[in-house]
Every structure is written in structure tokens, then in C-alpha cells.
């Protein structure tokens, strides 16, 4: 049937061949060389103007959490067998989250033989990696796969200073996945998940010099069931059930300055999936539910240590009250629960005509009671005689608010802080959701999304596709960093929307060759006022209700582009890729620029424009087998990341994302061995 949408597959393969820092990040990598996307620091990706937004679905069990390098740890590319992004139409099945869908097939445990791969690798800045993958039979139907992976290095996260200060940081993880096909109609999976980040957190050069030590602990483990049933050859059911938990802690040191902060949280989640796909002549109806519950705890403290040393943090009056011997605390928990339902229909009216509908239902109370019923509409059209397939889509998107931090960033006690918050609204606790005002509790982001594209075919071998698209957005959801640490603080916008267009040529394959081109033009508009949150800085841009201003994730201009060459006989493949952003925005008020002019980096900021100076970075790959015996095969990879050794920043001096600056020219050689 002709796409409906524009959609982008890769294999576990090509998302491998990728160069990675860390390869547990590989994944994000990838996401960002696809046309809509954008990237920021710490792996941190947006797509169509939404701030994160991705929908995971691993397996067919959706991820809701934020699995950027400071908030978990994404699916490694070790296991991943396919990946295929939705940016378009939107099916009713997908919900909770209002950017992408991300759909991640891990590799089915073989029955037939065991197989088993090691990676080592190590490169500049201390890198050292390793990654251990086993599967095979555990009886005659049964199958086990097995994954262990560890990375550590003395560059973990994208430093807030160009020197690099107290970045050390490692990741663990590793995943069991069982496969028991029943007869030949039945197919259970049981996954463990489990992952743990340790590192410290970056910081500038007069925290340096105080020995600051700030350093911060996550947690995660997951688990999930499915059995899927083939009733007939046109009905086919799936049902599973998921437990999710997230923990991640702060420490701060004494030595903090001019703020320390200590913090805790931890959510859990547990749900339960059912669905049921029937075909019937030129329909495949779906439908389904979803439920589940979420628990949520916070406790976080933060206090003014020296106000004589704020040279880099304008630190608000309001903020300045909180000092360590009488320190700003919060503390609470919360329940709530989610209850989505749907139903759709993939109508083939003809070989040309493809009709796409269906509606969807989500109920939750996080934190406040909300609703809506989301419309789902797309077509397409094949003109077979030229390869070509026109399509036209429209969304209707729920987001509830993302669930790190938000009892704090939704409290009184973060209202009183907030400069967005007006008097009116912060007396005896009033909710400025009656009012209109900023300050207030968060609510889910409600989203219009309309694209407008086409997909042509030049022969076997040349793929274009390229789309208009628009977003019209109520209560945007924008979270904002705190301070100079890796916490963020979810928050929302009263409205907004984002336009643009998006561009990808493939060549999957033409001789030893294969090349990819991406480009999208965007632009991002938002209006106040703000709420949520937990802002401390002084040097805010002033948003009040009705103000228009330009979000940090605003990128004009997005494009990639990657030739690779394989040598058929010998296995030598070698790549080029090429990446250009070309700046986000400062948001900062610039009648208090004065002290932003100050900050080591500067030079990396186009005053004129109010933006960070566009970036162009190459990368190199190389990689050859070494010996292919009858049961061991070795091959090894030498790449060169930022080959020019450019030197850039992502933010500066944004109170909603920061200051991080790039890597410079980083070298990684990896070592692999295969046994069977």
C-alpha cells in the first residue's frame, strides 16, 4: 500500500555503523541525521518544534519516560534489529506523546545455534567500552538472548565550560530476553531491562576552583510480557503487561557554589496493553487499550551559598532568600493513572488509494483531571506510471506533562519563585488556570498536526520523500535545565506553533555505494505566558501573557548527509558524514547582557543575531574484517568524529537549556569478534 507518511526504516546494522562517542547513545545519533530533527546537547533531540516528545515502543511496549543521557538509558544499538520513525500520519494506536513515533525491534533470541559478539573499544578522553551479546536455544522451543554493555569516560556529558571540568561518568546496563513459540500460532516474550548511570556533574571554572563535587546517581530496570495469538490467517491479537521504575539522586558537596542542591526522585509505572488486528477484504481494522498507573516521588533541596560568587548565575531576589541554613525544601508524592483507548482502519480503495482513519482516547489526572478525544486522518494517492505517491495527514495529539520533577514544578512553593507568576496568582495558593496567568499548574500539551508531502521512486535505487508540514500547539510543553545542573524542570507555554519542511534522499543501494541526504527548514513560535517550572535566574526574557518570543529549540536550518562504500568481496567499508545546525537562540534579556558578555566562550555567540553561531562537524569511518575462520570471525573500526576539530556550543547562557559546548576531534578504535 502506498505510505501514508513519512517514514524513515534502518537496520540494528547502519545504526552500529554509525559513529557514536558512546554507543549507547548511538541510537539518538542516528535519530538526528533524519529529516525533522534537531539536535541539542546531551543527546537531547526535538522533531516539528516538540521539545522530546518521542513515543518509544520497544517491542511493541511503549516507553513514556525521557531516555536522553541525563534522564535513562535508550535501547543500545547492539540489540536493536530494525528501527522505523513516524513523523507524519500518526496512528491511533500511538498516544501520550506529541513529537514522533519511534518503533525499536531488539533481535528475537535464535533457535538454532548459539551465536555470540564482543565489542571493545577505546579512544580519546579516556573512552573504554565493552559490549557482550549471547543467544541461542534453551530447549526445543524456548530461546534465550543475553546483553551486557559498559562505558565509561572522562568527557560523559557535554561540559557547561570549554575546558571540560568534572565530567567523568560510566553506564551499565543489560537486558534477558526470553522467546517461547507455542504450536505455530503463538509467540511469547518475556524482557528484562535493567540500566545504571553514575556520573558527576560538569561545571565552570570557579566551581572548579572551589572543588565542587556535584554528582548524580540514575536507576532503571523494566520488565514486560507479551503473548501474541494468530487466530486465522486474517486476525491476530497481542496482550501485554509492563512495569517500568526510574530512580535517579543528586548529591551535592560542601564545597557548592554559589547554589548546592540535593535530590531524589523516583517513579513507577506499570500497565497493561490489549489489541486485536483484523483484516477483511481491503480493511485492517485495529483496535485496543491501554492502562496504567504511576507513582511518583520527589524530594529536592537547594540553597544560596555565596552570593559574592554568582559571576556566570544572575540569581533572582526571591531566590537569594533560600541560604544553607535555611535552604528551600520540597517534598511529595503522588498516584495517578492513564486509561487510553482506540480503534482505526487502513482502507485500500484502490491500487492508487489509500484511506487512513481512526480515533483515539486518553483520560489521566497528571496532575490535573484532563481529556480528549483524538481524531486521526490521512491519505495517500500512488501515480504508478511515475513512481510518484502524494499523501495528506491530520492529527489531533495529547501530551500529558512529562513526569520528572513535575510535583515541584507544579507547586505553590516553585509559583512563588517563578518570574512569570503574578501577584494575583500566588495569593493563598490561587491556581492562575482560572485566570489565564502565568505561574500555573502544568496541563497537557494539546496538538493540531497537518502534513503535506510526497514520496517519489527514480528507478529501484533513488528514494525522495519530502513533506510541508504545521503544528498548532495549546499549553506547549518546553521543560528548562536548573542552573548549571543536569535536573530539569518541565513547563509549558500557553501556545504556540512550528511550520517547516522536511527533505531526505535515499540510495539503499547502487553498486558498492549507499547515501543519504536530509534536510529540514523550521521555525518555532511561542506565546506566554509560562507555567510550571523552577526558574532562579534573574536574567530572564520577559514573557507575560501574549508574549511572542522564540523557544531554545528553534533551528532555522538542519541538514546531514552521509556516503558509504562497501567492498563486497573484501568486507572494507569506509564513510563520510557531514552534519550542519545552524544555531539556537539565546533568549535572554538583553538589556542585562552585560555579565552573558563575561562567560568564558563567548566567541561561540553572534551577538547581532541572538543566536549560537551555526556549526559544521565531519565524521570518518573505517572499518575492515581481520580473519574469518570457520567459528570465530574479528573485524575491527578506526573513526574520527569532528575530523576539522571545529569548536562549537550548543546553548549559551539560556535559562532554558544552559551553556554545554561540543566535543572536539574525538578518535575511537573498536575491536569485534564473532563466535558461533
Known amino acids: 500500500a502506498p505510505p501514508g507518511t513519512m517514514r524513515t526504516t534502518l537496520s540494528g546494522e547502519m545504526i ?12 539518538g545519533r542516528v535519530l ?3 529529516p525533522g530533527f534537531s539536535s541539542e546537547d546531551n543527546n537531547l533531540l526535538h522533531v516539528r518544534g516538540v521539545d522530546d516528545g518521542f513515543l518509544y515502543v520497544e517491542d511493541g511496549v511503549p516507553i513514556y519516560d525521557r531516555i536522553d543521557t541525563s534522564f535513562g538509558v535508550a535501547p543500545d544499538p547492539a540489540s536493536i534489529e530494525t528501527i522505523q520513525v513516524l513523523t507524519g500520519y500518526i496512528p491511533a494506536e500511538f498516544g501520550l506523546k506529541s513529537g514522533a513515533v519511534i518503533e ?23 573512552l573504554q567500552s565493552l559490549r557482550s551479546t549471547a543467544s541461542g536455544p534453551l530447549g526445543k522451543n524456548l530461546s534465550l538472548g543475553v546483553s551486557v554493555v559498559t562505558e565509561r569516560s572522562q568527557r560523559f556529558l557535554d561540559p557547561v565550560h570549554p575546558k571540560n571540568f568534572h565530567n567523568k561518568g560510566n553506564v551499565l546496563s543489560g537486558n534477558i530476553k526470553f522467546s517461547l ?32 563535587n556535584q554528582r548524580q546517581q540514575l536507576g532503571q530496570n523494566s520488565q514486560s510480557l507479551s503473548w501474541q495469538r494468530s487466530w486465522s490467517n486474517s486476525t491476530v491479537s497481542q496482550i501485554s503487561v509492563y512495569r517500568r ?47 496504567a498507573r504511576l507513582a511518583i516521588f520527589e524530594n529536592f533541596t537547594f540553597g544560596i551559598t555565596s552570593l559574592s560568587d554568582t559571576s556566570e548565575i544572575d540569581i533572582s531576589e526571591s531566590a537569594e532568600q533560600f541560604t544553607v541554613a535555611s535552604p528551600f525544601h520540597f517534598q511529595d508524592r503522588n498516584v495517578n493513572k492513564h486509561l487510553s483507548i482506540y ?36 491519505l495517500s494517492y500512488r501515480v504508478h506510471k511515475t513512481g510518484t505517491t502524494f499523501r495528506a495527514s491530520m492529527n489531533r495529539l495529547f501530551q500529558p506533562p512529562q513526569s520528572e520533577h513535575l510535583l515541584l514544578s507544579s507547586s505553590e512553593e516553585a509559583r512563588a519563585l517563578s518570574p512569570f507568576a503574578t501577584a494575583e496568582n500566588n495569593r493563598e495558593g490561587q491556581s492562575a488556570s482560572t485566570n489565564h496567568e502565568g505561574g500555573a499548574q502544568i496541563k497537557p500539551e494539546s496538538q493540531t498536526a497537518w502534513e503535506f508531502g510526497f514520496e517519489q521512486w527514480l528507478g ?21 535545565v536548573f542552573l548549571g545542573t543536569t535536573i530539569i524542570f518541565p513547563n509549558s507555554v500557553a501556545r504556540g506553533h512550528a511550520s517547516g519542511f522536511d527533505f531526505r534522499l535515499e540510495v539503499p543501494h547502487y553498486r558498492a555505494f549507499s547515501s543519504y541526504i536530509s534536510y529540514t527548514n523550521a521555525t ?17 526574557i520577559e514573557i507575560g501573557p501574549g508574549t511572542q518570543f522564540t523557544p531554545d529549540h528553534d533551528q532555522r536550518h538542519v541538514g546531514s548527509a552521509g556516503l558509504i562504500y562497501t567492498h563486497n568481496r573484501t568486507g572494507f567499508t569506509t564513510s563520510l558524514s557531514a552534519r550542519y545546525e545552524s544555531g539556537t537562540p539565546l533568549e535572554v534579556d538583553f538589556q542585562k547582557i552585560d555579565r552573558l558578555l563575561t562567560r568564558t566562550g563567548i566567541e561561540h555567540v553572534d551577538i547581532d543575531r541572538g543566536r549560537i553561531r551555526p556549526r559544521m562537524l565531519f565524521d570518518v569511518v573505517i572499518a575492515k574484517p581481520i580473519w574469518n575462520l570457520q567459528h570465530v570471525k574479528t573485524s575491527a573500526r578506526f573513526s574520527i568524529l569532528n575530523l576539522t576539530n571545529m569548536s562549537y556550543a550548543f546553548n549559551f547562557g539560556n535559562p532554558f537549556s544552559g551553556t554545554h559546548f561540543g566535543a572536539p576531534r574525538t578518535i575511537i578504535i573498536e575491536l569485534n569478534m564473532q563466535l558461533q
Open 16 to 27: 552500529r555503523h554509525t559513529p557514536a562517542r558512546l554507543q549507547s547513545r548511538g541510537l
Open 32 to 34: 538526528s541525521t533524519l
Open 104 to 126: 525499536v525491534q531488539t533481535t528475537m533470541p535464535k533457535n538454532s545455534k548459539w551465536l555470540a559478539n564482543l565489542d571493545f573499544g577505546f579512544g580519546s578522553d579516556n
Open 181 to 212: 513459540p507455542v504450536l505455530s500460532n503463538n509467540l511469547i516474550r518475556l524482557n528484562l531491562n535493567n540500566g545504571r548511570l553514575r556520573y558527576q556533574v560538569p561545571h565552570g571554572q570557579v566551581q572548579e576552583a572551589s572543588a565542587q
Open 245 to 291: 521504575n526510574v530512580g535517579s539522586t543528586l548529591l551535592g558537596s560542601q564545597q557548592d557554589i554559589p547554589v548546592t542542591v540535593n535530590s531524589e526522585r523516583s517513579h513507577n509505572r506499570a500497565g497493561i496493553i490489549a489489541n486485536v488486528t483484523h483484516q477483511q477484504g481491503n480493511h485492517t481494522f485495529k483496535v485496543g487499550f491501554e492502562t
Open 343 to 378: 480503534a482505526q482502519n487502513t482502507f485500500r480503495a484502490s491500487n492508487q488509494l489509500t484511506l487512513n482513519f481512526g480515533v483515539r482516547f486518553d483520560r489521566t489526572n497528571l496532575l490535573i483531571p484532563a481529556s480528549q478525544w483524538s481524531p486521526r486522518i490521512g
Open 460 to 480: 529501484d535505487a533513488v528514494r525522495l520523500d519530502g513533506a510541508y508540514w504545521r503544528r498548532n500547539v495549546k499549553n506547549y510543553a518546553d521543560p528548562n
Open 524 to 540: 518555532v513560535t511561542q506565546f506566554g505566558p509560562i507555567n510550571g517550572g523552577l526558574f532562579l535566574e534573574d536574567s530572564m
